[in-house]
Each structure stands twice: as structure tokens, then as C-alpha cells.
Nanobody, 120 residues
């Protein structure tokens, strides 16, 4: 059974940092590109950051507004994806989702999300 389970969300103060985790099971993690998305109430889900799978494996990319504040990383030995977020402000309070994607098959999986809230 495929699972992506996000954790690490919570309430923080403006300017603080937070690290999100996504633990995968049920598929070959290293074969997949891994991404973080987020969705605020009433808005579309948007891509935040990603790290590639084969053949380029491990390259990272960020949305224009998050580059420099967020850092994505992956550990293929523990099937884990991380997103370190720094200097959080109130607009950073959507639900964050983990997504896996394998280009060779077009297969993708989504987690159920973890809520981030920044005090106003």
C-alpha cells in the first residue's frame, strides 16, 4: 500500500523556522521525483519546491517566491523528504502536501497534508 505521510506542521511565530517531513512507503522512493505543494483556503494548490528522480537524481528547484527561504532535501535511505522553511510569515499558513512523481510511468501519489500556521 502506497503511503505518503507528512508531519511537522504546527503553529509558529512570525520569523521562526519549521521543518516538514514526508515519509514514503509502498513504492521505490529513489525512482520518483519528490515535491512539496501548498494550498491556502479558497486558492489553488501551488508548487513550492521539488527534487528530481532518475536520471538526474537530487537536483532541486523552488518557486520564485520561496527560493532562498525554503530548502528541500531527500534521504533515499530512509524514504524521507524534508522541507526546511525559514523566516515564516502569516501568508505561509496553508496546508503543505507531499507528492511523488515518476516520469517513466506517469504515476503520482499525494499525501494528506500537514497544516502550517503562523501567528498574526
Amino acid at each position: 500500500q502506497v503511503q505518503l505521510v507528512e508531519s511537522g506542521g504546527g503553529l509558529v511565530q512570525p520569523g521562526e523556522s519549521l521543518r516538514l517531513s514526508c515519509v514514503a512507503s509502498g513504492f521505490i522512493f529513489s525512482d520518483y521525483a519528490m515535491n512539496w505543494y501548498r494550498q491556502a483556503p479558497g486558492k489553488e494548490r501551488e508548487w513550492v519546491a521539488g527534487t528530481t528522480g532518475p536520471p538526474t537524481g537530487g537536483l532541486t528547484g523552488y518557486s520564485d517566491c520561496e527560493e532562498g527561504r525554503f530548502t528541500i532535501s531527500r534521504d533515499n535511505d530512509t524514504n524521507a523528504l524534508y522541507l526546511h522553511m525559514s523566516k515564516l510569515y502569516h501568508e505561509d499558513t496553508p496546508v503543505y502536501y507531499c507528492r511523488s512523481y515518476r516520469r517513466a510511468t506517469g504515476r503520482e501519489y499525494w499525501g494528506r497534508g500537514t497544516q502550517v500556521a503562523v501567528a498574526s
